[in-house]
């Protein structure tokens, strides 16, 4: 097949990447940087330019570019998509990206589906792609109609062929209203959590906890502050249970309360216990 992937950095250089070395696909591709599509040439992750013409050569599109920048591309080049060709887009948020992008796919016969890869590094950029970025990683897919059985058999393989081990099928809905919590909020906390001025003198006094919680901490700003506003209603509630949380913990400590404090730790511990119990056995 012909597979065309939009956006060249981190994400969609990693899937032009997967495909050239896990499959015999043909893989053209684009970008806004000019020299992007130049390196990306010149190191064989792309086997040529993804154009107006040439999009009507593929069966697949792939598009790896911001929220608003993806709704500007299908929106511009719908009428250039050929019958049938399945266009997944790769955005962090889906309601606002599937509610532009169906319409625009009913109206011109091709098949649009919403899509969220479940891999990333805190570096951006081809340089960083590589082509196991995706080995034994979810896809998340919001397709219009879930029980299309063919079509969703046809994209799982497809999928699976860059090396995810396992794709989720959800609504556009529940994946914004999840991915404020497992993703977005984690962000935000880790950005905010080294914020701390002790942050600057954490070595030789830091072990996994303090890795582990600043891991997300650098980010490309310009990316996560569209995907935030573009989930705001989700996130916003997240912010507001955290903050709710965390004022329990700090009362029962301004009061030096330790039963209660005690409690909290308790049943945030089995809480964990219990989620990785059941993820464990599920």
């Known amino acids: 097949m012909t597979v065309g992937v939009v956006g060249l950095g981190l994400i969609g250089g990693s899937l032009a990447k997967a495909l050239k070395a896990k499959t015999q696909h043909t893989v053209l591709g684009c970008d806004t940087n000019e020299a992007t599509v130049r390196y990306a040439e010149l190191i064989g992750c792309i086997d040529g330019r993804l154009t107006a013409e040439t999009l009507s050569q593929c069966e697949f599109v792939l598009l790896a570019v911001y929220p608003g920048a993806t709704v500007d591309y299908v929106?511009?080049?719908?009428?250039?998509?050929?019958?049938?060709?399945?266009?997944?887009?790769?955005?962090?948020?889906?309601?606002?990206?599937?509610?532009?992008?169906?319409?625009?796919?009913?109206?011109?016969?091709?098949?649009?589906?919403?899509?969220?890869?479940?891999?990333?590094?805190?570096?951006?950029?081809?340089k960083y792609a590589t082509d196991t970025l995706y080995d034994g990683a979810s896809m998340i897919l919001t397709p219009k109609d879930t029980r299309d059985i063919s079509l969703l058999e046809k994209v799982t393989a497809f999928v699976k062929s860059m090396g995810f081990e396992t794709v989720t099928v959800t609504t556009p809905e529940q994946h914004d209203e999840i991915i404020a919590f497992t993703s977005q909020l984690a962000h935000v906390v880790s950005n905010a959590y080294v914020k701390s001025p002790r942050a600057q003198v954490h070595r030789g006094f830091s072990a996994g906890s303090y890795k582990d919680l600043t891991r997300v901490a650098r980010l490309n700003d310009a990316m996560w502050a569209e995907l935030f506003l573009e989930n705001r209603d989700n996130l916003l509630n997240e912010i507001d249970i955290?903050?709710?949380?965390?004022?329990?913990?700090?009362?029962?400590?301004?009061?030096?309360?330790?039963?209660?404090?005690?409690?909290?730790?308790?049943?945030?511990?089995?809480?964990?216990?219990?989620?990785?119990?059941?993820?464990?056995?599920h």
């Open 242 to 281: 955290l903050m709710a949380s965390l004022g329990a913990y700090r009362d029962a400590l301004e009061d030096r309360d330790e039963d209660t404090l005690r409690s909290l730790l308790r049943a945030g511990s089995e809480r964990k216990e219990r989620i990785d119990f059941d993820h464990e056995h």
């Open 75 to 126: 929106r511009d080049h719908a009428a250039e998509f050929a019958a049938g060709t399945i266009v997944i887009d790769c955005g962090g948020v889906k309601r606002s990206i599937c509610e532009m992008c169906r319409p625009l796919a009913a109206e011109h016969g091709f098949v649009f589906i919403g899509g969220h890869p479940m891999a990333g590094l805190h570096r951006s950029g081809l």
